[in-house]
């Protein structure tokens, strides 16, 4: 199976800084990746399919790249509500597989 | 407004077993593919198995094929999750979750989850 990495494990960013968060894939996955936000307590949400299309409801500030094996989610200016950990997965190949996330924090 | 609400986790032994339910409203359920994912406590996320819209394609990850079945009542609207021979490994946060495209296994809408606890 395909193993996803992501990278950093946790990131500090302060409020209105740009966080940038890396995921790779052990082979190509083309561009069938995307991008989850988790917050405590909560459901997964969806973010970015196709590794770059925004999904329904997502701010602009958030923006998915890259293909292959190399992808990034970043978030060009951090606001409170997006404190929380973000995990990549990939569904190019069986089974669909998840990065093991990096958490965004407060710093 | 999709809603997705899944019920039956809880405490069973080693070796016991479970069935999982997602009540689905706010779309039409019988034209979307389903999945359950999972996640154990403090971890990362888990696909577990997905069914085609019509439920006559299954699908399983490795770690729970020939253990767990999936279906679903598309006259109910729900989606089941039948979890036999149950591992200390099994104990997780377990979410429903649809497909927006049957051809493409990533999810968009969620359901809050349901605690499993394998345990003796």
């Known amino acids: 199976e395909i193993v996803m990495t992501q990278s950093p494990a946790t990131l500090s960013v302060s409020p209105g800084e740009r966080a940038t968060l890396s995921c790779r894939a052990s082979?190509?996955?083309?561009?069938?990746l995307t991008w989850y936000q988790q917050k405590p307590g909560q459901a997964p949400r969806l973010l970015i399919y196709?590794?770059?299309t925004g999904a329904t409801g997502v701010p602009a500030r958030f923006a998915g790249s890259g293909s292959g094996t190399e992808f990034t989610l970043t978030i060009s200016s951090l606001q409170s509500e997006d404190f929380a950990v973000y995990y990549c997965?990939?569904?190019?190949?069986?089974?669909?597989?998840f990065g093991q996330g990096t958490r965004v924090e407060i710093k | 407004e999709v809603q997705l609400l899944e019920s039956g986790g809880g405490l069973v032994q080693p070796g016991g077993s479970l069935r999982l339910s997602c009540a689905a409203s706010?779309?039409?359920?019988?034209?979307?593919?389903m999945s359950w994912v999972r996640q154990a406590p403090g971890t990362g996320l888990e696909w577990v198995s997905a069914?085609?819209?019509?439920?006559?394609?299954?699908y399983y990850a490795d770690s729970v094929k020939g253990r767990f079945t999936i279906s679903r009542d598309n006259s109910k609207n729900t989606l089941y999750l039948q979890m036999n021979s149950l591992r200390a490994e099994d104990t997780a946060v377990y979410y429903c979750?649809?497909?927006?495209?049957?051809?493409?296994?990533?999810?968009?809408?969620w359901g809050q989850g349901t605690l499993v606890t394998v345990s003796s």
């Open positions: 082979q190509s996955v083309s561009s069938n």
């Open positions: 706010g779309f039409n359920f019988r034209s979307y593919a």
């Open positions: 997965q990939q569904y190019n190949n069986w089974p669909p597989t």
């Open positions: 196709g590794a770059s």
């Open positions: 069914i085609s819209d019509s439920g006559g394609s299954t």
């Open positions: 979750a649809t497909l927006p495209i049957a051809a493409a296994v990533y999810f968009d809408y």
